[in-house]
Every structure is written in C-alpha cells, then in structure tokens.
C-alpha cells in the first residue's frame, strides 16, 4: 500500500506533465486525483474526530478540577489526616464563631500580654456541645468550621502589614445560624434535666437553638480533660445527645406509623377503634398509659390521645416491608444530611419480626432509636409541606474587617411525604394541642401542632420524656424537638419545656431566660480538678 | 518579607505561565514560518524568566546554594541545547520544541522543590536524553524503510515484554522494570513507541479484514502482558493506541465500538480477577474509608489541590512530599498544590497544545505509516497524561504512570524524549516533501 501511495503520486506528477498534451484525458485524472484527495481527507476527518475526542478528554479534566474546587472542599481538607492544616493553624489567628446576628460572639481568640493565645467562650456551657472545642482534637462547630476560621482573607494591605511586622494574619469568622436569644431560653428552660432541645427554621434548615446537657465550660476544658477522657463516669458529657444520643422515640414515632398508615390505607378516614386499655394479638398483650380506656376513637384520636392499642392495631395491619423501606426513606438507619457528627437512627421491623415487635414498633416501643435531631427534622419536614430542608449551622463566612466572604444559602434536601401526607399529619398533630395529649401548649397567642411521647428504656416503668411540634400552624416559624432523660424534674412532661421556648421566641416572652447555668456533673469535675 | 514576595509570586507565576500558553495557541496558528520562530524565541524568554524566578525563590526559602549551582547548570545547558537544535535543524517545529522544554523546566523546578538530589539526578538524565535524542529526526530521514518492517517492530515488542517480566523485577507490586548495569529501565515506555511503529506498519501494508484481524492479535499479546505484569496504566495506553489507530487506519467506527466492546468485558473480567484493579476502583469510589490504608495516596492528592487552592500556597510552602511517590506519579497535584489550580488548568492546556501539535503534523504528513505513526504516538502521549491526571484529581481511578516530562525517572523522560525526536522527525519530512 504504501509503495503504492508514492507511486500514485508519481503517477499524478507525470499526469501534470501530460495535462498540456491531451486535456481530455486530463480532466478525466483530475476527477480521480481528486477523489483520491477525498480519500486522503476522509482520513483527516478521522484524525479530526480523535483531535475531538481528545480535547474532550483534557477539557472534562480541567472542568473536573475547577469543579472539585468550587465545591465545599474546605469540609474537604479539613481533615486531621491533612497536615497542612497544623502549618495554617500555627500561621494564623483563629477567627471567631459568631450568633445569628453576625455581632454576639461566641468564640474568639484573644492574644494574651505575653504573646500566648487564648480561645474564649463568652458563654461558656450555654454552646458547648453545639460550638464544640478545639483543644485535642476538635468537635461541633469548631470542627466543622476548622478551615474557614484559620484561613485568612483579610485584606491585602492589612496581611503585608501584619507580614512586615511579624505578626499573624487574622483568621475568618463564621457567622452561625444560632439564635442567641432561643439558645438562652432553651438552655434555661432545660434547666437542671439530662437531655436535649434542638430548634430548626422549618422553610430554610437553619438550625436555631441546640442544647445538650449535661454540658461543660469549654473555656476550663484542660481543667477536667483527663477526668472526662478516663472516667467512665463523667464520659458522657462531651457526647452531644441532640445530635448522638440514640433514644427509643416512643410515642412521637407514632406519627411515623400513623404516616405508613396512611399510605396503606386510602380509607384511613374510616378508621375507627374502641379502646378499652389494652389490645390482645396471638397472646400478645399490650397497654394504654396508666391502663387508660380511650373509648371509642377516630383516627385523628387515636394519634391525639397516644392510644398505644389503636396503633398496635395500625401496625399489625401493616405491611412490614413497605413500613421498612418508608422508614429508610425517612433517614432511618441512614445518613443524616448534617455536617457535624452524629449517631444514625435506627429502625430494625422486618418481614420476619414477630407479633410482639410488630406492635411495640408500631407505637414506638421495640428496637427502634431515634436523635433528637432526626426527630426535629421530621417535625421541620411536616411543617415545611413534606419538603426537608438541608439542616446547617453557618450562615457565612466574614473576614476580619467584616466583608462577607462566603454566603451559605438554604437548599433542599428530599421530598419526605406529599403535600396532602404532610397537610394531614398537620391536622393531626393540631389536635394533640388541641384537644389531646399536648394541651398544654395549647396557647391564644399562636398556633401549634405536635406530638408527645414518653419512651420506657427499660423495665422499671421509668420513661424519658419527648415532644416534637412546630409553630405557628398557618406558617411555621419554627420546629422544636425536646428530650428530657428519665429523672427528668421541673416539669410533667417535655411539652411544658417545649411551651416554655415557643413562648419566648414567638410572642418574646422573656419571663424565663434568666440563664441560671447548670450545676451538677460538671460543678463536680471543675470542684475535683481545682483541689 | 518572605511571605509577601512569596504571595506576589503566586501571581507572577501565573501571569507568567499565562502569556506562555496564550503565545503557544496564537503560534499554532501562525503559517509564516519567520514570524514563528520569531515569537518562539520570545518565549524562550518567558520560560528562562520563569524558571530564574522559581529558583531564586527556591533559593531564598530554603537557603540552599546547591539551588544556585543548580539553576546555572540548567540554564545554561537548556541555553546550548536550544542553541544547537536551532543550528542543526533550521527547519522543525520549534513550538513544539518549546512546549517540551517548558514542561522539562516545570519538572525541574518541582522536582528539586521536593528533593534536591533526585533533582540533579533528573537534571542529567533529562539532558543527556535530550543531546542523544538529537539524532533521531535525521535518522527519521534516512531511513525510509522504517515502514517496512513491521515484524520486526512485533518481535521486539513482544520478547523485551516478556522479557521484563519474566526476569524483571518487582517494583511496587509491578513486573514493570529490569536492571541492566546498575540502570533501572522500565521498558513499556519505550516499547510504546515500537509498538506504534509496529501498528503504523502493519496498517500501511493492508487494511483487509485479515490484516486487521493478525494485527489485533499481536497487539492484544503486547496489552494481555502488561496485564500480566500488573502494569495497568500501560495496557489501557496499549488499548486505547491501538484502537485509535485501527479506526484511522480503517476509517470504520465499527472498531472502536468492536474494541470498546471488548474493552469493557476486558476490565470487568480485570475488576472480578484481580484484588489490585478491585483496591483501584475502591480507592477511587470512597478513598475516605481506606484514608489510613490504600486511600491514604489518593486523598493526600486531594489535600494537597484542595488546600492549594485558585492561586496555590506559593513554591516552597506546601506539603507535597506528603503524597507518597509524589515524584513519579502526583507531580500534577504537587504543581496545584503550589502553584494553584489555575496553573494546573494550564498546564492540561499546554499539554493540549503540544497534543494539537502531534497530530497536526500527522494530518500534513504524506503517507499513511507516517500519518498512523503520529496518530499512535500523539494518542500515547495524550492518553498518558488523561490517566495520570485524572487518576490524582480522583476523576477516574489510579494507574500509577507518570506525567510526562515532568515526573521523575529516566525511563519515562526518555521515551518521552524520543517520542518528540520522532515527531520533530515527522515534522522535517513532510516540510520537505513539499
């Protein structure tokens, strides 16, 4: 072939020579030379097609890498694995953690007289899970932010400066979703109880409000680390039970079941149950509250009066494997869209359980768990017409001399339930305000929907206590998920905790915020360690 | 002081590097061969400016005058090599010249950033790869009857490959190299360029089904060994050369369809046989859960560009040697770790431009071996930098082959070498063909 292509041009060059003589001939060979140059450029037209082919290659790498760049890499990197991350801590002045309103701060560094750096927390236990620490080794919002607070864009001029008389640059801020004066009215309204309340923005995921206790002063850390770290005792103070504490839910996982209900049953409207204080399956016996006969209920009672024996009646109808892969859709037993760290919750009902399981699921006994936040998300989705916000925590990252950097913005996360699914359990859960077992949130100032619960851990009849609600109905302005840990005191029941923080921050009844800090555990460990 | 001369250089770097890259795509379009060289030469300019600068700041940081001797002994010997090409060869693509010896001075500068000895290593080898690889575009010329021996090309393929892993030994969990006099050579870099030739020939004699058919044959030994020798990078670059080349050869996309289709059964059946291809595509789908183990390279990567970020932390101020093997197979992530990831863009785009450049020549060489040959080698080089780059940006899984030119070791700067002696080769026939 290829002693035939330089013949073919040999015979093409004498052809030219011959063209004077014989024209005829000749336009008859310049037709064939130019089919042959077709031929040669059809070639071209493949290597033109690899040309293409590549430069789509090397250009979806360079897009790749852009991309990569542009995405939320500063989580990325922030990892202990990274050990570029010590160098920028050490070259930096770590910025400071701000509330929602972009002044009060809630962590800074301050440079001491002799040169030595000092991370304060203003108000010392009210964050401490919440805003996290950062001293061997990193939690919350310390961690989270990490790479924002020790990376510098402060203005030019002003890091030559810094540069040119050996000092540090100062680092970012983070411009938090917290809401101080919720967080205050949360932390007091807990008050001396082991438990959580976790607050979020229904329309947007703005986590509002998040208290643990027992909590710490993150400012005397040092004092009591070794004390937490290797006492059994006093381990679960560091824990953030909003967000790692695993509870069984109890009955606020009846609005789940009465959810999977729903969906089973297109004539659930027609649901009607008489309850006389306990329900029989197969030998299987379980109780209302206290023994309590409901009489005869519709569905919306059967949710507003708690009545364990409808909802085992509910479950048993249900088909389990359907009831497992909707609970999977609602985040059981699987990731959380949160940034900071977290426990996942658990939902084990399967084809094979048996009557006993089936039922105590159903009204949120058996091996279910639940955080606190999960439970507060699902509040915020039913509020937000079935669509669950992304939660987060910043809301932007500003520079030392105040100029936004970075805006976070609100995105959707999933689709958890229809309109109609969310409008119905609305309905519901006005009810339990209304007219069930959640009076008393039932208030002329605003609008409530919720749900109560109180879950045995173990069997001793002793409970924890929950509630999860949103307010105002018409237009929620905010979620509340509140736990209070069996031994629980002050209170009768969450939902009177849970009146307490609405009251505050939907009508600025500030009658409770005096911020008496909690004592107890941690009061023990700081007396331990200054002796 | 340091830290802002270091911040400004960030920019001058890119600044730099920019004007380099907008020059190489304005020559590629230039056709007045004066007005080239012309601009080439300013942009020899640019790259000696470049790498003064680079030096002179990896001097400052570190103190080290052993970067002083060094940058003189590259200037000056990258300045006679210019030189003498230019005298030598009045007539070669000197854009495609200055592209290689930019991407040289760019792995000079990060390899002596990541250790200085290996540094002056690559400073000679590079160098005298670059005075013996002189000779090959005259040898090009007179030899017109490389297109006529194809079995030849065969052989040699094949028995070196199998030669390199029978006796060869085992280099990171790899039959990829054999010692001969104390000189590590790794010879499917070099054997890539044979086997183009080999295909280049075989396609020039006939394109017939049988002829197509004997020669997927042998190219398939040549790919089925290096899977062998667990070296996967360099059997999908065997892949993909052959499949390019067989469709231009052909003109019939069935091929790569036929030849896509095997590939894919190939590496499903690579993917359910060998544990290595299943850790690659582990690592490469959730590096984070194998961070302490076989993800620890991978995610280094992903720390070292991340934290780099637009512009870099500035030469000299990051981290890469945290990336193991970082010289041979990350050098793209080190250079976005420190010089930023717009200069990383650009460096994909001067890699693109010299790519460009292969295969131009190719389309205005005369004759189908010398086409092919291009098209095979350009799509070598080309895929090559794909899988590197794309393996450390976490785009596609790890093969674990260098960037060529800039990543340390002989071997692969060799044939790289060779590779553009061939090219420039190419370039001279068909100037003057005309």
Redesign the interface.
């Known amino acids: ?2 002693e035939l ?2 013949n073919e ?1 040999k015979i093409y060059d004498s052809l030219e020579a011959a063209t004077i003589d014989n024209p005829n001939r000749a336009s008859k060979q310049a037709k064939k030379k130019e089919a042959a140059k077709k031929a040669k450029q ?3 037209s ?2 033109m ?3 293409y082919f ?2 789509l ?2 250009f ?3 897009g ?3 991309y ?2 542009t995405q939320d ?1 500063e989580i ?2 922030n ?1 202990t ?5 010590e ?2 801590e050490s070259e930096t002045i770590r910025g400071s953690i701000l509330a929602s309103d972009g002044t009060t701060v809630l962590a800074e560094t301050v440079t001491l007289a002799d040169g030595t750096e000092d991370r304060t927390y203003p108000y010392a236990n009210m964050f401490s899970h919440v805003i996290g620490f950062t001293y061997k080794g990193k939690s919350g919002i310390e961690k989270l932010a990490n790479f924002y607070l020790i990376s510098s864009n402060d203005n030019p001029i002003n ?2 400066q810094n ?2 008389n050996g000092l540090k640059n100062q680092g970012d801020s983070v411009v938090t979703t917290l809401d101080i004066g919720l967080q205050k009215a949360c932390y007091s309204a807990l008050g001396n109880n082991q438990g959580s309340i976790v607050c979020i923005e229904p329309s947007t995921g703005k986590i509002l409000a998040m208290v643990s206790k027992p909590d710490y002063d993150p400012n005397t850390l040092e004092l009591i680390w070794d004390t937490v770290v290797n006492e059994e005792e006093f381990d679960s103070i560091l824990v953030n039970r909003s967000t790692q504490g695993l509870y069984p839910p109890g009955s606020t996982f009846k609005v789940f079941t009465l959810l999977e209900y729903i969906r089973q049953h297109k004539d659930y409207e027609d649901f009607t149950y008489d309850c006389n204080g306990s329900k029989s399956f197969e030998g299987v016996t379980v109780n209302c509250i206290y023994g309590k006969a409901h009489g005869h209920l519709t569905l919306k009672d059967a949710l507003a009066q708690s009545c364990n024996s409808a909802f085992a009646t509910m479950g048993l109808s249900l088909d389990k494997e359907l009831f497992a892969k909707h609970c999977n859709e609602l985040l059981f037993n699987s990731e959380l869209p949160l940034e900071i760290e977290y426990n996942p919750s658990s939902f084990t009902l399967k084809l094979s359980s048996d009557t006993e399981e089936t039922m105590q699921t159903a009204f949120g006994q058996g091996e279910t768990l639940m955080t606190p936040i999960h439970n507060c998300m699902m509040a915020a989705a039913i509020a937000n017409d079935g669509v669950l916000m992304k939660p987060y925590l910043m809301q932007a990252i500003v520079n030392a001399s105040g100029s936004t950097i970075k805006k976070f913005s609100s995105e959707k996360y999933k689709t958890l339930m229809t309109k109609e699914e969310a409008s119905v359990l609305t309905e519901y859960m006005t009810a339990v305000i209304t007219e069930g077992t959640g009076t008393a949130l039932k208030t002329n100032d605003y609008t409530a929907a919720g749900k109560t619960g109180s879950a045995e851990h173990d069997n001793t009849g002793s409970h924890h206590s929950w509630f999860i609600g949103f307010a105002p109905v018409e237009d929620p302005q905010i979620a509340i998920c509140v736990l209070l840990e069996d031994g629980y005191t002050g209170y009768h029941s969450a939902v009177d905790c849970a009146r307490i923080v609405l009251d505050t921050y939907l009508t600025g009844d500030s009658d409770y915020t005096s911020s008496d800090s909690y004592s107890g555990i941690y009061e023990e460990l700081t007396h331990a360690a200054t002796e | ?1 340091i ?2 001369l270091i ?1 400004v250089s960030r920019y001058v770097f890119v600044a730099l590097f920019a004007i380099y890259l907008l020059m190489s795509y304005r020559i590629f379009t230039i056709q007045d061969e004066e007005d080239r060289s012309y601009r080439c030469v300013l942009q020899n300019m640019i790259m000696f400016l470049f790498h003064f600068l680079a030096f002179g700041l990896l001097f400052i940081s570190s103190q080290d005058f052993t970067y002083i001797w060094l940058y003189l002994a590259q200037m000056i010997i990258m300045f006679l090599y210019l030189v003498i090409f230019h005298l030598v060869y009045k007539n070669a693509d000197f854009l495609l010249l200055n592209n290689m010896c930019m991407m040289i001075m760019i792995g000079f500068i990060m390899i002596s950033r990541i250790n200085l000895e290996e540094g002056i290593r690559q400073t000679v080898l590079v160098f005298l790869g670059m005075y013996l690889t002189l000779i090959v575009p005259v040898f090009m010329q007179k030899n017109k009857k490389l ?2 021996i194809p079995w030849l090309y065969g052989v040699i393929g094949i028995v070196l490959l199998l030669l390199v892993l029978l006796v060869g030994q085992a280099q990171n969990g790899a039959n990829l190299s054999i010692k001969i006099f104390g000189i590590t050579f790794q010879f499917s870099e070099f054997i890539k360029i044979v086997y183009a030739f080999f295909i280049a020939a075989m396609f ?4 017939k089904f049988g002829n197509v058919v004997l020669t997927t044959g042998l190219a398939a030994v040549h790919v089925l060994i290096l899977v062998i020798s667990k070296d996967l990078g360099g059997a999908l670059i065997y892949f993909v050369v052959y499949l ?1 080349m067989v ?2 050869a052909t ?1 019939k996309a069935g091929y790569i369809f036929l030849g896509g289709m095997a590939g894919v059964v190939a590496s499903m059946s690579a993917y359910h046989l060998f544990a290595h291809v299943r850790t690659r595509v582990y690592t490469w789908q959730d590096p984070w859960s194998y ?2 183990g076989e993800g ?1 390279q991978i ?2 990567s ?6 780099g ?2 512009f870099g ?1 500035g030469l000299y101020q ?2 890469p040697y ?1 990336i193991p093997m970082v010289e041979m197979d990350f050098m793209f992530s080190a250079i ?1 770790e420190e010089f930023g ?1 717009i200069f ?2 650009g460096i ?2 001067l ?2 431009n010299t ?2 450049l292969m ?1 131009d020549v ?2 205005k060489s ?4 010398y ?1 092919l040959l291009s ?1 095979g080698l ?2 070598a080089y ?2 090559q ?2 899988l590197t ?2 393996g450390g ?3 596609i899984p790890l093969t674990g082959v260098t960037l060529p030119l800039i990543s340390y070791g002989g071997s692969s700067a060799w044939s790289t070498l060779l590779l553009f002696a061939v090219i420039q080769g190419l370039y001279r026939m068909k100037s003057q063909d005309k």
Do not use: H, P
């Open positions: 072939m290829s292509d330089e041009l059809k070639m071209n493949e290597m097609a690899v040309v590549f430069m290659l090397f979806s790498l360079a790749y890498l852009v990569y760049n890499k990325l990197v990892n694995y990274n050990k570029r991350i160098v920028m890091q030559v540069d040119l | 002081m830290k802002v911040d297109r006529n020039n004699r006939s394109t390019v469709y231009v003109k961070i302490d620890y995610t280094q992903i720390f070292a560009i991340g934290t970020g637009w932390e990051g981290m945290r976005c990831i990383g863009v994909i785009l890699m693109l790519f460009l295969m190719g389309m005369q004759g189908k071996f086409r098209v350009a799509t080309g895929f930098i794909f780059i794309g940006i976490k785009f």
